[in-house]
């Protein structure tokens, strides 16, 4: 096989490896950044996790796929490892940038859960509102 089948190879494997790793570590740490208290969420969560672990999956393996027609032809090892180190760096720089997305997207969900959560405590079971003014 020609150096360049090898630099694909390797690529296709490092890249998808990771991006597997990183998905099943979002996959299973994201419901418990998630937990509200309550087991009323929990589907939601699930829900939710999984979604965004698919669009994890969709984005990083479609930049993967993309990444693997650009570079120049390589005619020795060191313009094979040069081209490797850069495809392979271009594609860690974007499973960061999507993760840390993803992070912060959740970080927002959770904010609005603890603060619904908290709200809902304060609202009796009759679910009227009443007044919460100053103690006489």
Not at 65 to 78: N, S
Not at 102 to 124: G, M, S, Y
Request: aromatic share 8%; hydrophobic share 50%; net charge neutral.
């Amino acid at each position: 096989m020609t150096t360049l089948v090898w630099v694909y190879a390797t690529y296709l494997i490092l890249c998808l490896s990771v991006t597997v790793w990183v998905g099943r570590t979002l996959q299973r740490n994201a419901p418990v950044f998630l937990k509200d208290g309550t087991e009323e969420g929990k589907e939601f969560d699930d829900s939710l996790v999984h979604l965004l672990t698919v669009g994890f999956y969709l984005i990083n393996v479609g930049a993967i796929a993309l990444a693997l027609k650009y570079g120049d032809p390589v005619t020795d090892l060191t313009e094979a490892v040069e081209l490797l180190s850069t495809k392979v760096g271009v594609i860690l720089l974007i499973l960061g940038l999507v993760h840390t997305v993803i992070l912060a997207k959740l970080t927002v969900i959770r904010r609005n859960v603890d603060f619904d959560f908290r709200h809902r405590a304060t609202v009796p079971a009759t679910g009227q509102a009443t007044d919460m003014g100053p103690a006489r």
